[in-house]
């Protein structure tokens, strides 16, 4: 087998650009750049990091997010549901913003990137499918909440609302109320114009006319000396690239299962994204591939001294919107980072912090969606007990958000669990159109006066042999005239050694009973597993029909 080089460089799979689509590209990825500037300073703050590596995060990540990855569009960075998780994960370890902090948001980084690129390279994307859309559902909407509670404070001007005396804050703010005015001023108008420019305006980027307005007026009018937080200092320059500093064992082992939630919450995120854009573009992605190149994009950020990124939807849908024709335009948005890392890093000194929070609490208001708890309700009560129970344990758990979908991922396996040991199995018939049908349901009567004919509608394994077993004796135990049991297996599309085992017992059994055991409809790769056991011989062929027709026409007949 000859060697292909495209299969470990996938962007030299990439379709060789033109002058028209260069063009595009080029528009829409400046017009997500300049998005991408305030909103990764902002997803910085919200993940407890220095403002310059919200920067550092959107520049390498992106990039290498994109070259490895395999959805063309798909806009890899800092994210608001990424960084609250890395807030959360991060904060009984270490105070915000200190260094100590920033060398354990670095290993985060890294191990998250190396767990997606593990399951990417073994081909394991799929198990990114433990988090449920029920898990999904109470996870986001209970996010949300936190990110804009978290982010109440900065926007009004009261760093310790939630952590101080109430007395003592209401009397700072009388003793000072400059502070919290001029604050929930900038705050709140970012908040009406990032609203208005969106709903008048969707093609204008509100987020950065915003900063620009709000970071000017900052400067005109002398905010921080009312004693108003801005940004500040913002290291210039290129991310520092190095190996992260050392840290004791149980703050890796404390990181560990952190990083595993983050790296399947992140991904899920990034899934979504995925699909909506293949669906508008009318082109496949593939999500081993996918995870390969989130892994690397998590790992080149931490070692460009950054937080885990994801892929961001609201960035996507924008580069989508704006124009974007081929992952090209990415590598405009990254040219634009890298820009302001060099040369305008000095011009976010005074962006206040209240904006900064604005621009983090408009995008989450998308994040709310109460209705699907209600959807869920009507399809499943099941589903909606373990998105509320993950709702409420991700709210009750903070700052150990991860802990929220923890109990989540876990009531989905014991839900689905419980669900498969109640198999249903039903007794059959003949319907009037020539199949066999529940007898219950549809009033029939039995095939012959001594023919119980048993359909299994699931797997037969260690979780439903038993109720099979269990449901034939006690036909059996309750009907003496039983003589034969037919048993329908053609929904059986899975078998394992318990399952091999119940169907010997139960012929044991019946035998003892004096009744004949058959068996119908056996598909292939359940027929092979009984083959080599020797089930099959041990029935017998005359026992064995091919098609529920031909088990019809043998069990009409007197045994």
Request: charge should be neutral.
């Amino acid at each position: 087998m000859s060697f292909d080089i495209k299969r470990f460089f996938p962007f030299l799979n990439w379709p060789r650009p033109t002058v028209a689509s260069l063009k595009s590209d080029a528009w829409a990825g400046i017009s997500v750049g300049l998005v991408l500037i305030p909103q990764a300073v902002a997803y910085a703050t919200l993940a407890g990091m220095p403002a310059a590596t919200g920067l550092y995060a959107a520049l390498l990540p992106s990039v290498i997010g994109i070259l490895w990855g395999s959805s063309a569009l798909l806009a890899v960075g800092p994210a608001a549901l990424t960084s609250l998780l890395v807030f959360g994960s991060l904060s009984p370890m270490a105070a915000p913003a200190s260094m100590q902090w920033v060398t354990l948001a670095i290993w985060l980084s890294i191990y998250t990137g190396v767990i997606q690129f593990m399951l990417g390279a073994f081909r394991l994307g799929r198990l990114s499918n433990l988090v449920s859309q029920p898990v999904i559902i109470g996870f986001i909407n209970a996010a949300a909440i936190i990110i804009m509670m978290s982010q109440l404070p900065a926007l009004i001007g009261v760093p310790d609302l939630f952590v101080a005396d109430i007395g003592k804050v209401v009397t700072r703010v009388m003793d000072a109320p400059a502070i919290m005015l001029m604050t929930s001023a900038f705050g709140f108008g970012t908040l009406i114009m990032l609203v208005l420019t969106k709903r008048l305006f969707p093609r204008f980027p509100g987020i950065l006319l915003v900063t620009i307005l709000g970071t000017f007026l900052s400067w005109a009018v002398g905010y921080s000396a009312t004693g108003a937080a801005i940004v500040g200092d913002i290291d210039k320059g290129l991310p520092p690239l190095a190996l992260p500093a050392a840290i004791p064992f149980e703050h890796h082992r404390d990181l560990w299962s952190a990083a595993l939630v983050l790296a399947l919450i992140s991904f899920t995120e990034a899934m979504s994204s995925c699909r909506v854009l293949a669906r508008k573009r009318r082109e496949r992605w593939d999500e081993n591939q996918e995870l390969i190149g989130q892994g690397l994009a998590k790992m080149a950020s931490g070692f460009s001294g950054a937080f885990p990124v994801s892929g961001s939807f609201s960035r996507s849908a924008l580069n989508l919107y704006a124009g974007a024709t081929s992952a090209w335009s990415t590598l405009f948005s990254a040219l634009c980072v890298l820009f302001s890392l060099i040369f305008l890093a000095d011009l976010l000194y005074y962006l206040p912090r209240s904006v900064l929070a604005a621009l983090i609490i408009v995008p989450v208001f998308g994040l709310f969606d109460f209705s699907a708890f209600k959807r869920l309700f009507m399809i499943s009560r099941d589903d909606a007990a373990i998105a509320i129970v993950t709702f409420v344990v991700t709210i009750i758990a903070m700052p150990r958000l991860h802990w929220g979908v923890v109990a989540g991922i876990t009531l989905t396996m014991v839900s689905y669990l419980y669900r498969h040991m109640q198999p249903r199995i039903i007794e059959v018939s003949e319907h009037g159109d020539g199949t066999l049908r529940d007898s219950q349901r549809f009033d029939l009567p039995r095939l012959a006066p001594d023919v119980l004919a048993v359909r299994i509608d699931a797997a037969l394994n260690f979780l439903t042999g038993a109720a099979l077993e269990r449901f034939v004796v006690t036909q059996c135990g309750s009907d003496h005239g039983i003589r034969r049991v037919l048993l329908c297996v053609g929904a059986v599309n899975d078998i394992d050694a318990t399952g091999v085992e119940t169907l010997e017992s139960l012929q044991i059994t019946l035998q003892g009973l004096g009744i004949e055991l058959y068996a119908s409809n056996i598909k292939k790769q359940v027929w092979d597993v009984l083959d080599h056991a020797g089930w099959i011989t041990a029935l017998g062929d005359d026992h064995i029909f091919m098609t529920d027709h031909e088990a019809i026409l043998a069990m009409r007949k007197p045994a």
